[in-house]
């Protein structure tokens, strides 16, 4: 027993020195953490910062997140799972971002911007090459990804973006509503402006990094038809992209060997294939 509790401790002490505060020393977001998987190499590994979903309130951390962490770390791909600023359950029970400001846009894309910085500025630790940073998202973190390749500063965008099952547009007929709400804030969901600037099939650059991009037709939460959208947009814009659309597999699935369908799980194989 006395040393099944110090396992225990030890492996609680490793999982809490892994992960790192992108803000430390910058701003107090205390919240805002980064678990590493870093691949076993000593040469200089391409990097993933992976945002799982959440619709902007929550994150699907397990599925979306840890577990996507680990499955490429094991694919020699070393992965930084980010725990961004989202609006937390209170606000989306009591809606009192209509009175106060809580979390709200740009604090996620503000992270994830921090993010791309530390990781880089890290490399030499992390045995990354800083050329070779993209980020991958999942439902509203697929929208995350999606918007730091369009809205950042071309020295801060990562160098490709994996957009799986992915909120793309803040307006009718195929929004969303409740990732735009966790976005905008209750107090700005009617904000044409933001709207339109959060509608990411309308502002994808000339210059926009690689995307690799994957939905299901029969996906119950985000409208297919976002990542249609977004598809078409980066086509009129001549953009290096893969783009598949599966029958089945819904949404959520992450990187799971259980959840979604046989069929939506191979969007695993085809990414490694496309990232080499």
């Known amino acids: 027993m006395r040393k099944l509790i110090i396992i225990?401790?030890?492996?609680?002490?490793?999982k809490a020195m892994s992960q790192v505060n992108i803000w430390e020393g910058i701003a107090h977001h205390k919240s805002v953490i980064m678990?590493?998987?870093?691949?076993?190499?000593?040469?200089?590994?391409v990097a993933v910062i992976v945002c799982p979903g959440g619709s902007y309130f929550w994150h699907d951390m397990e599925t979306e997140g840890h577990e996507v962490g680990r499955w490429l770390q094991k694919n020699g791909i070393s992965?930084?799972?980010l725990n961004y600023r989202t609006a937390y359950v209170p606000a989306f029970i009591t809606h009192y971002r209509l009175l106060f400001r809580g979390n709200r846009y740009p604090d996620p894309q503000d992270d994830l911007r921090q993010a791309l910085h530390y990781v880089k500025a890290h490399a030499e630790d992390y045995h990354i090459d800083t050329c070779k940073v993209g980020a991958m998202g999942f439902s509203a973190g697929g929208h995350l990804v999606m918007s730091a390749a369009e809205l950042f500063d071309k020295s801060n965008r990562p160098a490709f973006v994996v957009a799986i099952y992915p909120v793309v547009t803040m307006t009718?007929?195929?929004?969303h509503k409740r990732s735009r709400r966790g976005l905008l804030g209750d107090s700005r969901t009617r904000n044409k402006n933001l709207r339109e600037l959060l509608s990411l099939e309308k502002h994808v650059p000339d210059d926009c990094p690689p995307v690799f991009l994957?939905?299901?037709i029969d996906d119950p939460i985000v409208d297919y038809r976002n990542s249609v959208l977004l598809d078409s947009a980066l086509t009129a814009k001549k953009i290096q992209h893969k783009y598949f659309q599966f029958e089945t597999g819904g949404h959520g699935f992450g990187a799971s060997t259980k959840k979604g369908t046989d069929e939506s799980r191979q969007w695993m194989t085809l990414f490694l294939d496309w990232i080499k």
């Open 35 to 45: 678990t590493p998987y870093l691949a076993d190499s000593d040469g200089e590994n």
């Open 172 to 175: 009718e007929p195929c929004v």
């Open 79 to 81: 992965a930084f799972v």
């Open 214 to 216: 994957v939905n299901c």
């Open 8 to 14: 225990i401790l030890l492996t609680v002490t490793i």
